[in-house]
């Protein structure tokens, strides 16, 4: 059974940086693409970095520069590594996998950038 699971969000001041993490289960995340979302209030879910298992990378036109998607094999994690926060980044952040046309979801961890 697939799990993903999401930790590190929380609340951060414009310019600040966070990182956050999605730690797998049941599947190993160096064998597939792995992806994060954000969700914000009354919009669409909107894919924010991708990486694939070949380690290429994609992003976001609105993240590029300022948001780093990596993956620890070991800890069988993928990270996403965000600086220069700002206010229109704040969402609920999702990490995401595709296992056999199957969609699978973690619970979300939100971001919040005020001051």
């Known amino acids: 059974q697939v799990q993903l699971v999401e930790s590190g969000g929380g609340l951060v001041q414009p310019g600040g940086s966070l990182r956050l993490s999605c730690e797998a289960s049941?599947?190993?995340?160096?064998?597939?693409?792995m992806g994060w979302y954000r969700q914000a209030p009354g919009k669409q879910r909107e894919l924010v970095a991708g990486i694939s298992s070949g380690r290429i990378t994609n992003y976001a036109d609105s993240v590029k520069g300022r948001f780093t998607i990596s993956r620890d094999n070991v800890r069988n994690t993928v990270y996403l590594q965000m600086n220069t926060l700002k206010p229109e980044d704040t969402a609920l952040y999702y990490c995401?996998?595709?296992?056999?046309?199957?969609?699978?979801w973690g619970q979300g961890t939100q971001v919040t950038v005020s001051s």
């Open positions: 049941g599947i190993i995340v160096s064998m597939y693409r």
């Open positions: 995401n996998v595709v296992v056999v046309a199957q969609n699978y």
